[in-house]
Protein backbone atom coordinates (compact mmCIF):
# COMPACT_ATOMS: atom_id res chain seq x y z
CA UNK A 1 0.00 0.00 0.00
CA UNK A 2 1.35 3.63 -1.12
CA UNK A 3 1.99 5.69 1.57
CA UNK A 4 1.49 2.84 4.55
CA UNK A 5 3.50 4.39 7.37
CA UNK A 6 5.99 2.08 8.86
CA UNK A 7 5.02 1.39 12.77
CA UNK A 8 7.66 0.25 15.54
CA UNK A 9 6.90 -2.39 17.05
CA UNK A 10 9.12 -2.91 20.83
CA UNK A 11 7.75 -5.87 23.16
CA UNK A 12 9.81 -7.99 26.01
CA UNK A 13 7.91 -11.27 24.61
CA UNK A 14 5.07 -11.96 21.69
CA UNK A 15 3.04 -12.56 24.62
CA UNK A 16 -0.98 -13.17 23.39
CA UNK A 17 -1.63 -9.67 23.99
CA UNK A 18 1.55 -8.58 21.87
CA UNK A 19 0.16 -10.70 19.45
CA UNK A 20 -3.06 -9.61 18.91
CA UNK A 21 -2.40 -5.90 18.91
CA UNK A 22 0.80 -6.44 16.30
CA UNK A 23 -2.71 -8.58 14.12
CA UNK A 24 -4.75 -5.29 15.23
CA UNK A 25 -1.93 -2.66 13.72
CA UNK A 26 -0.87 -4.88 10.90
CA UNK A 27 -3.70 -3.52 9.45
CA UNK A 28 -3.12 0.17 9.21
CA UNK A 29 0.61 -0.01 9.65
CA UNK A 30 3.55 -1.42 8.15
CA UNK A 31 4.85 -3.03 11.10
CA UNK A 32 8.63 -3.40 11.91
CA UNK A 33 9.35 -5.37 14.68
CA UNK A 34 12.27 -5.25 17.81
CA UNK A 35 11.88 -7.89 20.36
CA UNK A 36 14.58 -9.91 22.40
CA UNK A 37 14.24 -12.82 24.90
CA UNK A 38 14.74 -10.24 27.37
CA UNK A 39 13.50 -12.46 30.27
CA UNK A 40 17.24 -13.78 29.80
CA UNK A 41 18.65 -11.05 32.21
CA UNK A 42 22.77 -11.64 31.96
CA UNK A 43 22.13 -10.46 27.97
CA UNK A 44 20.16 -7.29 28.88
CA UNK A 45 23.89 -5.11 28.01
CA UNK A 46 24.30 -6.74 24.75
CA UNK A 47 20.27 -6.22 23.67
CA UNK A 48 20.78 -3.01 24.51
CA UNK A 49 23.48 -1.89 22.26
CA UNK A 50 22.07 -4.07 19.97
CA UNK A 51 18.56 -1.73 19.90
CA UNK A 52 20.43 1.15 20.16
CA UNK A 53 22.15 0.37 16.69
CA UNK A 54 18.98 -1.21 15.26
CA UNK A 55 17.12 2.14 16.10
CA UNK A 56 20.44 4.48 15.03
CA UNK A 57 19.71 3.18 11.03
CA UNK A 58 16.09 2.74 11.09
CA UNK A 59 14.59 5.78 13.19
CA UNK A 60 14.64 7.48 9.85
CA UNK A 61 12.18 5.10 8.42
CA UNK A 62 9.97 4.88 11.28
CA UNK A 63 7.07 7.30 11.76
CA UNK A 64 5.53 5.71 14.79
CA UNK A 65 6.53 3.95 18.39
CA UNK A 66 4.40 1.58 20.58
CA UNK A 67 6.03 0.21 22.87
CA UNK A 68 4.46 -3.08 25.28
CA UNK A 69 5.40 -2.69 28.78
CA UNK A 70 7.62 -0.47 30.55
CA UNK A 71 11.39 -1.79 31.31
CA UNK A 72 15.02 -2.18 30.01
CA UNK A 73 13.58 -2.53 26.27
CA UNK A 74 11.54 1.02 26.18
CA UNK A 75 13.91 3.42 27.17
CA UNK A 76 16.01 3.65 23.80
CA UNK A 77 13.06 3.66 21.60
CA UNK A 78 11.37 6.42 24.16
CA UNK A 79 14.05 8.36 24.01
CA UNK A 80 14.51 8.23 20.09
CA UNK A 81 11.18 8.74 19.98
CA UNK A 82 11.56 12.10 21.97
CA UNK A 83 15.17 13.40 20.05
CA UNK A 84 13.62 12.50 15.97
CA UNK A 85 9.94 13.40 16.82
CA UNK A 86 8.36 10.31 16.46
CA UNK A 87 5.22 9.92 18.20
CA UNK A 88 5.33 6.83 20.96
CA UNK A 89 2.77 5.18 22.88
CA UNK A 90 3.80 3.09 26.27
CA UNK A 91 0.89 0.34 26.67
CA UNK A 92 1.37 -0.45 30.53
CA UNK A 93 -0.16 -3.83 31.65
CA UNK A 94 0.42 -3.86 35.31
CA UNK A 95 3.53 -5.11 36.60
CA UNK A 96 5.43 -2.04 35.34
CA UNK A 97 2.79 -0.10 37.34
CA UNK A 98 3.48 -1.77 40.80
CA UNK A 99 5.96 -1.92 43.63
CA UNK A 100 5.12 -4.84 45.90
CA UNK A 101 8.71 -5.54 47.87
CA UNK A 102 6.57 -7.77 50.26
CA UNK A 103 5.18 -10.31 46.78
CA UNK A 104 9.10 -9.57 45.08
CA UNK A 105 6.82 -8.26 42.20
CA UNK A 106 6.47 -5.11 40.27
CA UNK A 107 9.18 -3.29 38.16
CA UNK A 108 9.26 -0.24 40.53
CA UNK A 109 10.67 -3.01 42.78
CA UNK A 110 13.54 -3.38 40.73
CA UNK A 111 16.55 -1.52 42.00
CA UNK A 112 17.69 -0.50 38.09
CA UNK A 113 14.39 -1.59 36.27
CA UNK A 114 12.39 1.04 38.01
CA UNK A 115 14.77 3.96 36.69
CA UNK A 116 13.92 2.70 33.15
CA UNK A 117 10.59 2.43 33.55
CA UNK A 118 10.17 5.85 35.05
CA UNK A 119 12.25 7.66 32.51
CA UNK A 120 10.26 5.61 29.74
CA UNK A 121 6.95 6.75 31.20
CA UNK A 122 8.52 10.88 31.09
CA UNK A 123 9.82 10.80 27.42
CA UNK A 124 7.03 8.58 26.04
CA UNK A 125 4.28 10.84 24.03
CA UNK A 126 1.36 9.03 25.09
CA UNK A 127 1.13 5.96 28.35
CA UNK A 128 -1.77 3.95 27.35
CA UNK A 129 -2.82 1.33 30.56
CA UNK A 130 -4.94 -1.39 30.04
CA UNK A 131 -7.27 -0.17 33.25
CA UNK A 132 -8.07 2.80 35.45
CA UNK A 133 -6.37 1.09 38.48
CA UNK A 134 -3.08 1.66 36.79
CA UNK A 135 -3.16 4.99 36.46
CA UNK A 136 -3.54 5.09 40.35
CA UNK A 137 -5.45 2.61 43.22
CA UNK A 138 -5.43 1.82 46.47
CA UNK A 139 -4.70 -1.82 47.27
CA UNK A 140 -6.97 -3.39 49.88
CA UNK A 141 -6.34 -6.64 49.12
CA UNK A 142 -2.89 -7.16 50.38
CA UNK A 143 -2.02 -4.67 53.06
CA UNK A 144 1.36 -3.76 53.53
CA UNK A 145 2.71 -0.98 55.12
CA UNK A 146 4.03 1.40 52.25
CA UNK A 147 2.44 -0.99 49.35
CA UNK A 148 -1.12 0.45 49.76
CA UNK A 149 -0.80 3.04 47.07
CA UNK A 150 0.02 1.76 43.27
CA UNK A 151 -0.61 2.90 39.70
CA UNK A 152 1.99 4.55 37.68
CA UNK A 153 1.02 8.35 39.08
CA UNK A 154 1.81 7.38 43.00
CA UNK A 155 5.14 6.69 41.78
CA UNK A 156 5.77 9.43 39.73
CA UNK A 157 3.24 12.18 41.04
CA UNK A 158 4.75 14.96 38.53
CA UNK A 159 4.45 13.25 35.17
CA UNK A 160 3.06 15.40 32.62
CA UNK A 161 2.69 12.43 29.63
CA UNK A 162 -1.09 12.34 29.22
CA UNK A 163 -2.50 8.96 30.03
CA UNK A 164 -5.19 7.18 28.34
CA UNK A 165 -6.79 3.77 29.10
CA UNK A 166 -6.82 1.12 26.50
CA UNK A 167 -8.89 -2.13 27.81
CA UNK A 168 -7.96 -5.62 26.59
CA UNK A 169 -10.45 -6.90 23.79
CA UNK A 170 -12.25 -9.49 24.56
CA UNK A 171 -13.54 -12.08 21.87
CA UNK A 172 -16.95 -12.53 23.46
CA UNK A 173 -18.24 -14.69 20.16
CA UNK A 174 -15.44 -17.13 21.58
CA UNK A 175 -16.72 -16.98 25.69
CA UNK A 176 -20.42 -17.38 24.74
CA UNK A 177 -22.20 -19.94 26.30
CA UNK A 178 -22.96 -22.16 23.64
CA UNK A 179 -19.85 -22.31 22.38
CA UNK A 180 -18.81 -25.13 24.78
CA UNK A 181 -20.49 -27.61 27.23
CA UNK A 182 -20.33 -27.52 30.78
CA UNK A 183 -19.26 -31.23 32.19
CA UNK A 184 -19.46 -32.44 35.53
CA UNK A 185 -19.13 -29.16 37.21
CA UNK A 186 -15.67 -28.97 36.48
CA UNK A 187 -13.26 -26.54 36.28
CA UNK A 188 -9.51 -25.69 35.60
CA UNK A 189 -7.07 -22.55 36.36
CA UNK A 190 -3.88 -21.69 35.02
CA UNK A 191 -1.02 -20.27 37.48
CA UNK A 192 2.54 -20.18 37.47
CA UNK A 193 3.77 -20.72 40.97
CA UNK A 194 4.59 -16.72 41.20
CA UNK A 195 0.92 -16.09 39.26
CA UNK A 196 -0.63 -18.45 42.13
CA UNK A 197 0.82 -16.23 45.04
CA UNK A 198 -0.15 -12.73 42.82
CA UNK A 199 -3.16 -13.70 41.65
CA UNK A 200 -5.17 -15.16 44.84
CA UNK A 201 -4.74 -19.01 43.63
CA UNK A 202 -5.57 -19.63 47.36
CA UNK A 203 -9.01 -18.60 46.62
CA UNK A 204 -9.26 -21.90 44.15
CA UNK A 205 -9.13 -23.97 47.47
CA UNK A 206 -11.21 -21.66 49.40
CA UNK A 207 -13.85 -22.44 46.47
CA UNK A 208 -13.55 -26.12 46.33
CA UNK A 209 -13.83 -26.25 50.19
CA UNK A 210 -17.74 -24.36 49.60
CA UNK A 211 -18.76 -25.75 46.41
CA UNK A 212 -18.24 -29.85 47.01
CA UNK A 213 -20.04 -30.80 44.24
CA UNK A 214 -17.52 -28.80 41.96
CA UNK A 215 -14.04 -30.42 40.80
CA UNK A 216 -11.38 -27.68 40.53
CA UNK A 217 -8.04 -28.26 38.69
CA UNK A 218 -4.50 -26.29 38.82
CA UNK A 219 -2.60 -26.52 35.94
CA UNK A 220 0.80 -24.84 35.53
CA UNK A 221 3.17 -25.36 38.53
CA UNK A 222 4.10 -27.98 40.90
CA UNK A 223 1.47 -28.85 43.97
CA UNK A 224 0.94 -25.60 45.72
CA UNK A 225 1.03 -25.47 49.84
CA UNK A 226 -2.77 -25.97 51.35
CA UNK A 227 -3.93 -23.53 53.55
CA UNK A 228 -6.12 -23.91 56.45
CA UNK A 229 -10.22 -23.28 55.34
CA UNK A 230 -12.72 -21.29 57.59
Known amino acids: MKNQETLLFVSPRLSGFAINDLNILSKKYHVRQNIYNWEKKNNTPFYLIHQFFFLCINIWTIDKIVVEFAGYWSLLPCLFGKIFNKKSILISHGTDCAN ?13 L ?3 CKLSYRLSHLICPVSESLIQSENHFHLKQNEINQGILSFLPNLKTPLKVIHNGLEIEFWKADTYKKKNNS ?3 VFSSQQYNLKGGELIFTMAYRMKE ?6 GMEQP ?3 KHP
Not at 100 to 112: A, E, F, M, V
Open 100 to 112: LPSLNYGSINKKY
Open 225 to 227: RIT
Open 187 to 189: FMA
Open 214 to 219: CTFEIA
Open 114 to 116: KTF
